[in-house]
């Protein structure tokens, strides 16, 4: 109950701050927005050179790129840490979480929160249902239910690979980062897997397995029964990757001896 109290509160404070600005909302939106269009411009160029991507036609990519921008908004809106490095570690703002009675972690996920990063989700679900009309998609009624289960998992799965990524910083404390190499791979977790070769297939599946943020969840709904084993996966992997973040993250703690002078 304590860490939830603290929940609210952070996001009573956050949106106070954000709602005097509001224009800014409006802007990130748009250029979120924008950024979504040019990634969908690019799918649709490659469709005009060919029918099919190994098996998959236009609108199977267009939901895949669809249900994966709905995981990765809600990471962005609770996991918005890619300058721990930079804020914490080199200018020593992990000195003052450290000092409060509260895990750390938690303290900088609500610091760094974004709740505007959720419209992104709104596009997802956009592109979702736009790809499911034209394949002429049957809903279920445990759709829903395994759509909120599979986006979940995915979310942790992106959060823990990145709080992994973070953790780095305890033991390197250098200013260069990983996080814009690690962003630039989870990419790659839009499209199907099988396009790929099989050493990049082992690594987005079981080494970084942004495979599990995109299509092998959206494969459930597409009714790929091959991937139905990978799509079922993802909750586990994504509480497996987080709980060993978690763990990565309190030995890289008691490692941390401060800013120094």
Not at 84 to 92: A, D, P, S, T
Not at 180 to 201: D, E, Q, T
């Amino acid at each position: 109950m304590f860490y939830i109290s603290m929940f609210f509160q952070y996001l009573s404070q956050y949106l106070k701050t954000r709602l005097q600005y509001r224009a800014d909302i409006f802007v990130e939106f748009f250029s979120d927005l924008l950024s979504q269009a040019i990634n969908l411009i690019f799918i649709l160029v490659v469709f005009g050179h060919t029918n099919l991507l190994n098996g998959w036609n236009r609108d199977e990519i267009i939901f895949i790129y669809g249900f994966f921008l709905v995981p990765s908004a809600v990471f962005s809106a609770f996991f918005n840490i890619w300058d721990f490095n930079e804020r914490y570690i080199v200018k020593g703002e992990l000195d003052r979480i450290l000092t409060r009675p509260i895990h750390s972690l938690f303290q900088i996920i609500l610091e760094r929160i974004e709740m505007e990063s959720l419209l992104g989700a709104i596009t997802g679900l956009a592109v979702m249902f736009y790809a499911g009309s034209r394949l002429g998609l049957e809903v279920h009624w445990f759709d829903p239910f395994m759509f909120i289960v599979f986006v979940l998992g995915g979310a942790l799965v992106y959060g823990g690979v990145f709080i992994m990524i973070a953790c780095i910083s305890f033991w390197a404390d250098a200013r260069t980062s990983l996080m814009p190499m690690m962003y630039n791979i989870s990419n790659y977790g839009r499209y199907p897997v099988n396009i790929y070769n099989k050493l990049i297939r082992f690594v987005l599946t079981w080494v970084m397995p942004f495979a599990f943020v995109g299509v092998y969840p959206a494969a459930f709904f597409l009714g790929k029964k091959e991937w139905f084993w990978y799509s079922f996966l993802t909750p586990v992997i994504g509480v497996v990757f987080f709980v060993l973040s978690v763990m990565l993250w309190n030995q890289g703690v008691k490692k941390y001896r401060g800013a120094g002078n």
